[in-house]
């Protein structure tokens, strides 16, 4: 009796957990009656179905991500520029979503790379490859948005973002690029050490200037000082040797023959009626 | 205790799978059972083994469960993390740290996250646990506003702000990060020049990556906080890294030549000026020296002047006879008396001069001037100066 009970309550439970159907915060659920769409857009918790007769499949709620291969695109300079860019998508319409693509993320991940790309094609081949990088990049994200959500919503797919993420030059132009930037780095140095002769010759040439000012207004001052001293030393001479010019001419001649005559190793011939020999003959 | 793993749907009755638990089964662990709590539940010990478990056996084990089925639904939610409670997949509440408590599976589930722990993702290179950093020139490689390729590499903090959002939202929020990061910091670097990017420029780049970042996360609403991003590199690309450091190499040859030249300054200007001073004071020393000896000399002759007109005959007879005293001694003297000789005379002037080099001592070469040793700087001036006034010098007695 008691393992009818038992038996009785486990059926029970069976049927129970067949005809509730759990909805996740993180899942879109669909429900079929015989393969016929007879529900979607259930909120998260936990809803009624008929076993056997209904059945549920579930999709991914969340933000979903379309990383997209890199590819060449055409600027209008007609230039290649290789680009790689993501979509940030959420399944919009879930029925939609399900008939068009399967219910399948890969599925649905191809046909956006596709739709984006046209979409990217005309939006670059606008622009030139500045504009891309720098200028117009929300410009460029905010038209594509536009332009794919409505071939997105076709597929109960919402864009929720696009992101241009790499635009980056071909091999062979990234090589002329590094030229280029060789070339540049090449004349800054250049500039750079010619900038360093300039200021060290000016530099250098201010040195000396300064130095031959220097010694020339030395020399000026120098020689007006000597003047000074000539001029000086003459006037003195003049007042004193003014006052009896035999008397100096004496005594300044007394000098000169001591200082120019009185040196040992001199030899003078003399006669000997000079004034000095007067009494050196005869002593009157 | 697989009893209390929530989800252990083998031990719990309500998941209906336990179909094949058999009857004789029960039995036995009931009588155990029974046999260890002594008749709790008033039952003999002998129950009606026959006919399957009895109505209080089947209570009891009901009870049992159920207590052990409560008692799974008690959690701790460890410091810094927070659980996300859903009912049949719903979302209820947000717990904090310590222990809780929630309806058991199936009903309700936890699912902890932790909300404090900081976690990194790196772009453009990749650290590799302590080894050197490698590089990933497909994500470091960018183009600048000037159209130069820099080679950058970034490292963003974050955590998780909103447990809910994070949990719920965005498939794999942390590619999704790298992802918004790469486009974000091409954002940014395409719209800087090369110069500011690899210059000054590095924390106002880093910040306006940071704060568009947090923008496009916000967006998502991911749940997720950036706190910090750093710049790790910066760099010019390898194949151009040579001439980057020459130029930085120019950069200091110019502050060489420079400072070079400044020394040769600081060494030349200064010494013109010790050569000016010497000209300068020596010309002064000149000056003073020429009134000096100017005024020795007048001094000395005024005197004499006033004692020669006491007696002027005396004095000059006095001072001649003196001075050829003097001039006489000191030379050699060779007395000729012409008148006295009629016939020729003959003076071996040569072998006389001869034999008074002989005799002489040389005697030492007055100068007027004290021998100086000019600065080389003024030395061209200097002899200049000399040239013309070594002759008005020699004058001076």
Do not use: C
């Amino acid at each position: 009796m008691g393992n009818k009970i038992l038996v009785a309550l486990g059926a029970l439970a069976v049927i129970l957990s067949m005809s509730v159907f759990t909805v996740g915060e993180t899942e879109r659920v669909i429900k079929f009656q015989l393969g016929e769409i007879v529900g979607a857009d259930f909120q998260p918790g936990m809803h009624l179905k008929i076993p056997f007769i209904n059945n549920v499949k579930k999709f991914d709620a969340r933000i979903l991500t379309m990383d997209a291969t890199p590819e060449r695109f055409l600027t209008a300079e007609k230039k290649n520029v290789i680009v790689d860019s993501f979509v940030k998508w959420r399944i919009g319409d879930v029925k939609t979503f399900y008939t068009t693509v399967g219910g399948d993320v890969g599925q649905a991940n191809i046909r956006l790379d596709q739709i984006i790309k046209d979409a990217a094609r005309s939006e670059f081949s606008k622009r030139e490859i500045r504009q891309l990088v720098s200028t117009d990049r929300s410009a460029i994200r905010d038209s594509l948005i536009t332009n794919v959500s409505p071939h997105a919503s076709r597929l109960g797919i919402n864009i929720v973002d696009v992101q241009v993420k790499r635009i980056d030059l071909p091999n062979e132009v990234s090589t002329s690029v590094y030229q280029r930037m060789e070339a540049e780095r090449a004349r800054v140095a250049r500039e750079f050490r010619s900038q360093g002769s300039e200021a060290a010759e000016r530099i250098r040439a201010d040195a000396d200037k300064q130095r031959e000012i220097i010694l020339a207004n030395a020399y000026r001052d120098s020689e007006v000082l000597r003047g000074e001293g000539d001029a000086r030393a003459a006037d003195i001479f003049a007042k004193a040797y003014g006052e009896d010019s035999d008397f100096f001419a004496f005594y300044r001649s007394l000098i000169a023959y001591k200082e120019a005559l009185g040196k040992s190793g001199n030899i003078m011939v003399l006669e000997p009626n000079s004034d000095f020999f007067k009494f050196f003959k005869n002593q009157k | 205790m697989s009893w209390n793993e929530p989800g252990g749907d083998k031990k719990d009755p309500w998941s209906g799978r336990n179909e094949k638990d058999n009857p004789p089964d029960l039995d036995e662990v009931i009588r155990s059972l029974q046999d260890k709590l002594g008749g709790i539940f008033g039952g003999g010990k002998r129950g009606d083994s026959s006919n399957g478990p009895s109505m209080q056996s089947i209570g009891f084990l009901a009870a049992g469960a159920l207590v052990l089925w409560g008692l799974s639904g008690f959690y701790t939610v460890d410091e810094g993390t927070r659980g996300i409670v859903t009912r049949f997949g719903a979302y209820v509440a947000t717990t904090q740290p310590g222990l809780n408590w929630h309806i058991p599976a199936p009903i309700e589930q936890v699912q902890v996250i932790n909300v404090e722990q900081q976690r990194f993702i790196e772009v453009g290179y990749r650290s590799g646990g302590g080894q050197a950093m490698g590089s990933v020139p497909k994500e470091a490689m960018m183009l600048t506003k000037d159209e130069n390729i820099v080679d950058v590499r970034l490292a963003v903090q974050y955590q998780v702000k909103d447990a809910k959002d994070y949990a719920f939202n965005v498939l794999d929020p942390a590619s999704t990060l790298k992802q918004v990061t790469e486009s974000v910091q091409r954002g940014v670097i395409g719209r800087s020049d090369m110069d500011f990017v690899l210059t000054e420029g590095r924390s106002e780049i880093v910040a306006a990556i940071k704060t568009e970042i947090q923008s496009v996360m916000d967006a998502y609403k991911t749940g997720i906080l950036i706190t910090s991003v750093n710049l790790q590199d910066a760099q010019p690309p390898e194949q151009v890294q040579g001439s980057f450091e020459d130029a930085i190499k120019a950069r200091e040859d110019k502050q060489r030549l420079i400072n070079e030249a400044e020394a040769y300054s600081n060494d030349v200007v200064p010494k013109a000026r010790g050569a000016a001073s010497r000209i300068v004071q020596e010309s002064e020393a000149y000056k003073e020296k020429v009134i000096a000896q100017a005024n020795g000399d007048v001094s000395r002759f005024s005197q004499l002047l006033a004692e020669y007109k006491k007696a002027p005959a005396v004095t000059k007879q006095r001072m001649y006879i003196e001075a050829m005293e003097q001039v006489l001694g000191k030379s050699n003297n060779v007395l000729v008396d012409v008148k006295s000789g009629g016939s020729i005379m003959y003076l071996p002037l040569d072998k006389l001069v001869n034999k008074v080099a002989e005799d002489a001592v040389s005697a030492p070469v007055p100068t007027h001037e004290p021998v100086v040793a000019p600065a080389p700087q003024a030395k061209e001036i200097r002899n200049d100066i000399r040239a013309s006034s070594r002759e008005r010098d020699v004058r001076g007695r």
